[in-house]
């Protein structure tokens, strides 16, 4: 049998040290591939009056380069190094780079990578990807294992699943991408029963059901339709206010409404706040002793199209499905 040497022959390093190294004496390199180069030149010539002469010719060269290179290396038998390149590759994870030492079976040193690694599990609840650009080592101590991985995730996998001709696909939102303001309750009644209405499911435990509701947001877009000037007040129908200048008056189950403290009958009662330009002078009085800001706050709203919130009548959450 006559062995197949290759474009460049086999290097023998009579070294005793680089054969104690890397587990012999030769190195080998065997690459494998076509390498395609085009070049050429386009000229174009106007015939236009108008145009100066040294601008009526113009042209240049066309260069085209297209590598696809497979190259194998050995350093003796324990160092292997392994590219793959393609200019017209689909995807930058096809090219491939790797440089392997393999230890013998007493070695501590069991095999370092570098380049393109993978990480496979043993398990199927966490799955390793295949496509990772780094460094990784295995080491054995006895009957110890230790690998350790440094790398870059170069890819991401996803599935489509198409049924009766449409198409459906899971999402994963991850808890630090989850959408803030745009989900609210209604009151302080149903953040506190919140968890004790949805103890017993299917059976949604819950004494309260919305039947009409109004959702106002400030006019930050510049909306000319359904806006007015409101007064937005915290502890309206609260049964335990954060100001404390608002006084309980309702006990029994806490349900949010108008009779749970003295603030909506304080209101009704007062004829200066039946007016905008004058109601927020009346809160922040000694009469009221609110805070604007805090207790209350007059803005420019805009009433929302009940196409942009939903909200659930027995638990009493609204979300938004536009950004507010």
Known sequence: MVEDKGLLPPIQVKNKFFDKLFGGSKIEIRPQGNLEMLIGA????????????????????????NINVNVIGKIGDKIQLGVRYNTQSGFDFENQLKLEYAGDEDDIIKKIEAGNVSMTLPTRLIQGSQTLFGFKTTLQFGRLT??????????????????????????????????????????????????????DLPVIKSNVNITRIEVWVTNRIGATQGIRDVVA????????????????????????????????????????????????????????????????????????EPRDFTYNPQLGYLLSLIHI
């Open 146 to 199: 230790w690998t350790s991985l440094v790398s870059q995730q170069k890819s991401k996998r996803e599935s489509v699943v198409i049924e009766s001709g449409a198409q459906r696909q899971n999402f994963e939102v991850k808890s630090d991408q989850y959408e803030d303001n745009r989900h609210y309750f209604l009151g302080q009644y149903f953040r506190n029963q919140y968890d004790f209405a949805l103890s």
């Open 42 to 65: 386009n000229y174009q010539t106007v015939a236009n009056p108008n145009i100066p002469i040294r601008n009526r010719r113009t042209g240049g060269f066309d260069f085209d380069l």
């Open 233 to 304: 007040l915290a502890d309206l129908g609260e049964i335990q206010p954060y100001s404390p200048n608002v006084q309980t008056t309702a006990g029994g189950d806490g349900r949010a409404r108008n009779e749970a403290n003295n603030l909506y009958q304080r209101l009704v009662a007062d004829p200066n706040t039946r007016f905008v330009d004058k109601v927020v002078g009346q809160l922040s009085g000694p009469s009221f002793g609110l805070q604007q800001g805090q207790d209350f706050d007059k803005t420019f709203a805009r009433k929302l």
